[in-house]
């Protein structure tokens, strides 16, 4: 009798890639050091970067934000991004360990407050229509994963925005424990413009 092999998969697992905004800090902190830009430096202004890059903005920022957070550079109001001298790298903590320190739960709760209020700013949006066509024209979304995006372009650009992006590395949201009414609810308050119906229904998402 002949012993059958175990089925192997057809294809091989999915690669993880680095997300766009770490591609985006590695290859800013290397022309950094090759430009040899020293303590001070500014770095072109974030719409003439983006262009030279080909990227969106928001990427950029996002990887500005990484930068400042491991000390590369600092974010100035009206000034751009400001080269760090090294001796100061150090004084920051790298966005991992930064996280590895903190309690899950108190990581899932910064990132709902977060939620809430970006969620907030969506429903505040001055155009109905686009926030009608972003997120279903019953207001019934199938997904978070779906659904998230078009309440982040409907909140609009913002410090709230960039640290939603940080938090979701560390407490990220499953879908497959979020509750289809939820979603439902939340897409409905936006559409209608109630900001604070909309806050409400990002408070448990983590179930905590």
């Not at 934000?65 to 751009?80: D, I, M, P, R």
């Not at 360990?97 to 899932?108: C, N, Q, V």
Request: aromatic share 2%; charged share 25%; hydrophobic share 45%.
């Amino acid at each position: 009798m002949t012993e059958k092999r175990p089925q192997t998969s057809a294809v091989p697992g999915r690669l993880d890639r680095p997300r766009l905004y770490v591609q985006l800090a590695d290859h800013i902190a290397r022309f950094i050091e090759a430009q040899g830009l020293s303590p001070g430096d500014r770095l072109p202004p974030e719409r003439l970067l983006a262009a030279e890059l080909g990227v969106s903005r928001a990427s950029l920022s996002r990887a500005l934000v990484a930068l400042e957070v491991q000390g590369k550079v600092e974010v100035q109001h009206g000034n751009g991004a400001v080269v760090l001298a090294p001796t100061l790298q150090g004084e920051k903590p790298a966005l991992s360990s930064l996280w590895a320190e903190r309690d899950p739960a108190d990581l899932a709760r910064a990132r709902e407050a977060v939620m809430s209020g970006l969620a907030r700013s969506a429903a505040a949006h001055p155009d109905r229509s686009l926030r009608l066509a972003l997120l279903d024209a019953d207001g019934s979304p199938v997904r978070f994963s779906d659904t998230w995006p078009c309440v982040r372009r409907l909140s609009g650009p913002s410090l709230l925005g960039e640290l939603d992006d940080l938090l979701a590395e560390a407490a990220p949201v499953d879908d497959s424990r979020i509750a289809a009414d939820r979603l439902v609810a939340l897409a409905r308050a936006i559409v209608v413009g109630d900001g604070e119906a909309a806050a409400s229904a990002c408070a448990g998402l983590f179930h905590l």
